[in-house]
């Protein structure tokens, strides 16, 4: 049985099989399901950045290949950054799975020599359906660029495929029903996508969208103007509220009212979103085949559930083509043997599943399972979050000098006199109001606080303030706290971690410097309700923290000091914190009567006894030095009335003669 192959440049890179035979071009597939106006579906997915991710996507793709979708996409990642993997995907996807891929290939941070590398691997592994793409700016980057040697735009690679390789790939192309948030218009974002098309592009796969009108204009508009190809809709079924919203402030698409309206009455519960969302997009499909649209493309965000139900609602997919994923129960049809499964699934009970699965559906925090195959949505939550100008910024923040300065910027978001930060794009959630004073304090004294929760043991599911979930049960949470902090605070930390034995830490800098008192994932927000089993939702996983911290670390620069000229002081303060303090996050698993600020508090006021002996000792210092001055003064005093009394004698004696 073959091994598992473990590179650098991804997670997992399973062994490249090559396939003999190549794959049908996705635009001849798709003509023979118009023809017979038979409505049909895909799915993206994108690379995880975890092992164990991996393996979890490929179940998923074991799983969602039973719904027979006529392809699937993979996304290339921002900067090329997933680029090994995404082949990898997209090569075993092929091979073990049958699925037939449509690999995104972009034109950032790729060289020609690495685009000529990914296509001769696709040509050599029977690949010929392409999403050509300008890709986003890579992680940590504001405004996109073209790397030397490489491509400017979507339709300088579409030509160069075409020149190069002829008619071998089936090449898609991105379309934007309310226009691209980087083009001046949508005429003139019209004009672009002609020009892709005129290329050599076979078909268009949409931004996702949620305004069915927008979307129907924009075909009609691609008619009138000679685009031909086919076109499908992108459709990204309602996860959470929050989500949704920055997801299309990011995109760009519009919200239709009705949407938001109906969503204000339960936009904090996931579950009833989730619901919702499955109905309205049942309902907007409905529209769309209605209207002559056939293709209808899911953003699965590489989770099936919402997927499942929408195609099961719109009768695309029957109860018993669903098969439940327990890969030790042998091969899932008669053309896959067990043999060529091991490598990607481990055997797991069901509960450990079911409770894998519901992870992957809600809540509304941002840490996830590192096993999760849709983790990299840390990526979305985390970077570009603030989008105010650099004016505002610069209003807010101010011209920090010093770390104290910095601090000073902490406890105003706090006193709400700071509208946001780099780390949390919101006011400070209700909950923190139990913990407002201890968060004040942390700050002040250079713990910068950007992430945290009180403990909550057993309170209703409908809680105002701590409730999430449906209604009719309860939950509990750790108390987290997350924070910057110098490598003295942290070295206090560490020495008196044994006083409190209930505590875990996990402390990195941004050169990957760590220490940690777990190897192991910890639920820090779980709840129970009637009919199910117990859901944690929130966990605290010590290998996704050191995935979240480049982020974390990111944003210091990104956020903060790129407002400053790279010769000030407060460019050097910022940069100084980023480059010489450890993120550190505190875990009090005593969540019934633990204190988890209690061992902040010994060194605060360790910091405050030994700056009041300072105090005294300099106080002491200068009364003897007082003292002294006044010793001098009176030796000064009787040392000018012997000498004024000398002089005299002088002067007397000189007269005697």
Partial sequence: MDSTTVSSASPVAPRRTSVSSPSPRLSDLIREKEEKKEV??????????????????????????????????????????????????????????????????????????????????????????????????????????????????????????????????????????EKHVDAPSYEQDMIHLKEKIDAGADLIITQLFYDVDAFLKFVKDCRELGINVPILPGLMPLRNYDGLVRMCELCGSHLPQKILDDLKHFKDDDKQVQDYGVQ?????????????????????LNQERSVTRILLGLGLLKEDALVKPLPWTGARNKDKQEDVRPIYWANRPKAYISRTRDWDEFPNGRWGDSGSPSFSTLDIYHMNLYRVSSDKRLKEWGTPKSITDIADVFVSYLNGKVSALPWNNTQLAPEANVIFTQLKNLNSHGFLTINSQPSVNAVQSDHPTHGWGPYGGYVWQKAYIEFFCSPQHLESLKNLLSKYPSLQLQAISKSGDSFSTTNSVTAVTWGVWPGSE????????????????????????????????????????????????????????????????????????????????????????????????????????????????????????????
């Fill in 40 to 177: 049909y579906f895909s799915f993206e997915f994108f690379p995880p950045k975890t092992e164990q991710g991996v393996h979890n996507l490929y179940q998923r793709f074991d799983l969602m290949s039973q719904y027979k979708p006529l392809f699937i996409d993979v996304t290339w990642g921002a900067g090329g950054r997933t680029s090994d993997l995404t082949l990898d995907l997209c090569i075993n996807a092929k091979a073990f799975c049958h699925l037939e891929p449509n690999m995104h290939l972009t034109c950032t941070n790729m060289p020609l020599e690495q685009i000529d590398q990914a296509l001769s691997v696709c040509k050599e592994n029977g690949i010929r359906n392409i999403l050509a793409l300008r890709g986003d700016p890579p992680r940590g980057e504001a405004e996109w660029q073209a790397c030397a040697g490489g491509f400017s735009h979507a339709v300088d690679l579409v030509k160069y495929i075409r020149e190069k390789h002829g008619d071998y790939f089936c090449i898609a192309v991105a379309g934007y029903p």
């Fill in 534 to 657: 117990i859901k944690q939702p929130t966990i605290v996983d010590p290998e996704i923290f050191t995935i979240w911290k480049d982020e974390a670390f990111a944003l210091w620069s990104t956020e903060w000091s790129d407002i400053y000229p790279k010769d000030s002081e407060s460019y050097a303060a910022v940069e100084n914190i980023a480059n010489t303090f450890y993120l550190v996050n505190i875990v009090d698993n005593n969540f019934i009567n633990g204190d988890i600020f209690a061992i902040f508090n010994e060194i605060i006021e360790s910091e405050a006894l030994i700056f009041a002996e300072a105090e005294e000792t300099k106080k002491e210092k200068i009364k003897l030095l007082e003292s002294k001055l006044n010793e001098l003064e009176t030796e000064k005093k009787k040392l000018a009335e012997d000498r004024k009394a000398f002089e005299a004698e002088k002067l007397a004696w000189a007269q005697s003669k």
């Fill in 280 to 300: 309205q997009m049942i309902e907007m499909c409905k529209v769309l085949i209605a209207n002559g649209i056939y293709g209808l493309h899911f953003y699965t």
